[in-house]
């Protein structure tokens, strides 16, 4: 076990600013959280992280905004956060209301008391997800063992599955993670983005061996035969669609299933409009989540919310503690 770090993050005051969207000139603070209007309606701001570069995520969570408002009575207005570690300082701040998040953040959140997770996101049935290492054909490497000296690209620092996951993996195949994810690996170079973008510097950088990304982000790109019976029987990324993106790519590991990401509120939020907010998300289908202007790639990416709590998040809490890591604000 390496000595306990902690790893920490902040938005910065600007950062932190940049999170909090305009309230028009009709409403006043109602000394809790979100803004009151003119007919007493609740205004409440709904931060927002991409995972990734090439998805316009306002657009993407449009539809859920309609149905909350339509089902709790409420105005959303949304705002796009850097990354994770920016949702957090906003709803500590009281900058934002609600958010989508890695389990990390709701990890720390709620160890703080500053979010209280509303539900656990699912996908097609699906409450746990995976997180995905990756390889081209033509590379040199075969296995994680292979990938000492090499640049890996990642995602976020604090990503579930373009992080923390691919970190502990490699951690278990005997590598120093080093001060990652905060720092620097000692046994491996990480480039930390997002998931879309490392798996496109894997494939067009020659310099960049690997990926380690959500399941959502590459599992397209690599064949059938070469995932679990785990991943083929929980995975809601197996609806016939593996293996059949250009160009393939190679899967060097796959992670333990993870718990999927939380839709987090403020801990303070005020009880009634929680549970308006939470009765709503709970009951909202997939036919409310599609948006049929939307190309396929567009659409939003899970299809339900399920009850849920910090406690479903102790596999994450498992992985940090392997790592070494200490999430601190």
């Given at each position: ?68 408002e339509s089902e ?52 097609y049935g699906a ?203």
């Amino acid at each position: 076990m390496t000595k306990r770090r902690t790893f920490i993050k902040s938005a910065g005051a600007a950062g932190v600013a940049g999170l909090l969207a305009g309230c028009s000139d009709d409403t006043e603070s109602n000394g809790s959280s979100g803004t009151v209007t003119g007919d007493n309606q609740q205004t409440l701001t709904f931060a927002l992280t991409p995972a990734e570069s090439d998805v316009e995520i306002e657009d993407q969570y449009q539809p859920l905004f309609n149905y909350m408002e339509s089902e709790a009575d409420v105005s959303i207005e949304s705002t796009v956060a850097a990354d994770y570690a920016a949702v957090l300082s906003a709803i500590d701040a009281g900058q934002a209301d609600l958010a989508d998040a890695s389990p990390a953040i709701a990890i720390q959140g709620g160890n703080e008391d500053i979010t209280q997770v509303v539900g656990i996101r699912v996908a097609y049935g699906a409450s746990r997800y995976f997180s995905l290492m990756t390889t081209t054909p033509d590379s040199d490497i075969d296995s994680l063992s292979d990938l000492g000296g090499e640049t890996i690209g990642l995602g976020d620092r604090l990503s579930t599955s373009g992080s923390l996951f691919p970190l502990y993996m490699l951690s278990q195949a005997g590598f120093d993670t080093g001060g990652a994810p905060d720092g620097d690996p000692v046994d491996f170079e990480a480039q930390f983005s997002d998931h879309s973008t490392a798996r496109e510097e894997l494939i067009n950088r020659p310099d960049v061996v690997a990926a380690g990304t959500g399941a959502f982000s590459t599992a397209g790109h690599v064949p059938k035969e070469q995932f679990s019976d785990q991943f083929l029987e929980m995975s809601a990324e197996n609806d016939g669609d593996l293996g059949t993106e250009s160009p393939e790519l190679e899967l060097l590991a796959e992670s333990d299933p993870i718990p999927r990401a939380p839709i987090l509120a403020r801990a303070d939020m005020d009880a009634e409009l929680y549970g308006d907010i939470e009765s709503s998300l709970l009951n909202v289908g997939e036919d409310e989540l599609i948006d049929e202007g939307a190309s396929d790639d567009q659409q939003l990416w899970f299809t339900g919310v399920d009850d849920g709590s910090v406690d479903d998040y102790q596999p994450v809490q498992d992985v940090l503690d392997e790592l070494g890591v200490s999430l601190g604000q």
